[in-house]
T-cell receptor
């Protein structure tokens, strides 16, 4: 089944403790992206990647890092998480350039930083 | 990319058609209209998209006005499972990024 898989689904951590949220897709998509979703603010893009070893900042990149060493994986790294990074995170992938069906989204990761 | 404006919330009776409007008055000629929905914090799900002609698939219909400044997503027979937040987005193809607004929260009432 074609899908985007994020892990973990839920995570509670403490301020300053480095964490990684993994994202993997099995559709051979070139393009991958991370979003965060907060009440009243909709989905906001954190980082995106057009292909292996190519990454770019989205609208809210501060406090996050990403890497794209393989086509299928696009992990989101929080080096020193803070409570304002408590949010619902989505990974998405698509062909590049974007064609008819747009993005396929993962099921989300709910992160709480205390 | 053009911005979109949607009502924050709507109700619809079960079994009736749900008509969700979207304004995109600054849309340019090569920008497409996409609709996604998000059910209770799940990942957004593609519904339909179009350029200038009306479109229909197994999920919904998309009506785009002749001047392309607005569109309407129609769910012909809404069910309780259609309760979700619906996002209208415009994007130029080929393009890189979707910008999601805050969408319309549709509640289907029994």
């Amino acid at each position: 089944e074609a899908q985007v898989t994020q892990n973990p689904r839920y995570l509670i951590t403490v301020t300053g403790k480095k964490l990684t949220v993994t994202c993997s897709q099995n559709m051979n998509h070139e393009y991958m992206s991370w979003y965060r979703q907060d009440p009243g603010l909709g989905l906001r893009q954190i980082y995106y990647s057009m292909n292996v070893e190519v990454t770019d900042k989205g609208d809210v990149p501060e406090g996050y890092k990403v890497s794209r060493k393989e086509k299928r994986n696009f992990p989101l790294i929080l080096e020193s998480p803070s409570p304002n990074q408590t949010s619902l995170y989505f990974c998405a992938s698509s062909t590049a350039p974007l064609t008819n069906y747009g993005y396929t989204f993962g099921s989300g990761t709910r992160l709480t930083v205390v | 990319d053009a911005k979109t404006t949607q009502p924050p919330s709507m109700d619809c009776a079960e079994g009736r058609a749900a008509n969700l409007p979207c304004n995109h008055s600054t849309i340019s000629g090569n920008e497409y209209v996409y609709w996604y929905r998000q059910i209770h914090s799940q990942g957004p799900q593609y519904i339909i998209h179009g350029l200038k002609n009306n479109e229909t698939n197994e999920m919904a219909s998309l009506i785009i006005t002749e001047d392309r400044k607005s569109s309407t997503l129609i769910l012909p027979h809404a069910t309780l499972r259609d309760t979700a937040v619906y996002y209208c987005i415009v994007i130029r193809l080929p393009g890189n990024q979707f910008y999601f607004g805050t969408g319309t929260s549709l509640t289907v009432i029994p």
